[in-house]
């Protein structure tokens, strides 16, 4: 089957299209026909030898996150899932290549109605955007910050909390990524790189923060007592490192990368999933790169010039 190794880490250019065995569905397991791969900032870092946890070495297929078919199952899964749309993660490797092999437990059927390209988009960020906002609990009427907002994640969370009565200002780097968050619903939105954007932005109750480093610290100063900064992830290459002392001195919670069990983050998944099938929730897939170009996707998101989610699409629908 064709897919796309990383045979030693290194930039994009290390992601090089190749031949690998077909996978066979061991015990428990589902065959998948992928058609769409979930790209993510994280496997940028990991190509890059970077990760923010330890990883396999090369060569290996990257990816963890896949949507398509099931065309098999190995002993002991349910035969009911052969011929059934679903999403899937990998755990942790593997996905950029056409077919994966799977923990037939762990895979979501896609709701009728939800495209397959639109469950794959929701397969990651959706789950992290749910968990985010059920951590972060803004009631109505309270001021949220978005940090980049137009991320995968980001996009989500400004339906979200739009969605859960709050103020949204969505906060993102760019015109076109502004515009983009004032398109999806936020109440306001200002561009992070401009000096002097958290006197724009104004007070707020929770901070979504996504990105980290100095925006996210820049961020942390508009938090009212009584605020709350929920961290997710880092963009900018580094965690908002805010010390807890400067947090309890101005009355605000810290909440960083909250965990959650497999069950935990299917569910989230899975909320995510019925909320697009109602309608209510809507992302945004960028970028779509065929599989063996799979180096451009993750030029593009190293580059900040990305919107929304980057999908690999492997074959046709």
């Known amino acids: 089957m064709r897919a796309v190794w990383l045979r030693e880490f290194g930039g994009p250019e290390k992601l090089v299209p190749g031949d690998a065995p077909d996978p066979v569905p061991g015990e428990g397991q589902a065959l998948v026909e992928v058609e769409f791969v979930n790209v993510t900032f994280v496997e940028t870092q990991m190509r890059a030898g970077a990760a923010p946890f330890p990883m396999k070495e090369p060569p290996l297929v990257l990816g963890n996150g896949v949507g398509g078919v099931v065309s098999a199952v190995g002993p002991g899964a349910d035969r009911g899932l052969v011929g059934r749309r679903v999403v899937s993660s990998t755990g942790g490797s593997g996905a950029y290549a056409e077919r994966v092999a799977v923990d037939a437990a762990g895979v979501l059927e896609v709701p009728d109605g939800v495209p397959l390209d639109q469950a794959v988009a929701l397969l990651a960020d959706g789950r992290t955007a749910v968990m985010m906002l059920q ?18 994640v980001g996009t989500l969370l400004v339906q979200l909390a739009k969605a859960a009565g709050t103020t949204v200002v969505a906060a993102a780097g760019g015109p076109r990524k502004v515009e983009l968050a004032l398109r999806l619903g936020a109440d306001e939105a200002v561009d992070y790189r401009e000096p002097g954007w958290t006197e724009k932005a104004g007070q ?18 508009l938090l009212r007592e009584g605020g709350r900064m929920v961290s997710f992830g880092l963009a900018s290459g580094e965690w908002a490192n805010i010390p807890e002392e400067d947090a309890k001195a101005r009355g605000v919670t810290l909440v960083a990368s909250p965990s959650a069990t497999p069950e935990q983050l299917r569910e989230f998944t899975r909320t995510a999933l019925e909320e697009a099938a109602a309608g209510r929730l809507h992302p ?27 999908l690999l699409e492997v074959r046709s629908s």
């Open 135 to 152: 951590v972060a609990e803004p009631k109505p009427g309270e001021r949220v910050l978005v940090e980049a907002a137009a991320g995968g």
């Open 284 to 310: 945004v897939i960028g970028q779509r790169y065929p599989l063996e170009a799979a180096a451009d996707a993750h030029t593009a998101i190293e580059s900040r010039s990305t919107v929304g989610k980057t």
């Open 204 to 221: 707020v109750d929770v901070v979504l923060d996504g990105v980290g480093g100095d925006v996210a610290r820049e961020a942390f100063t």
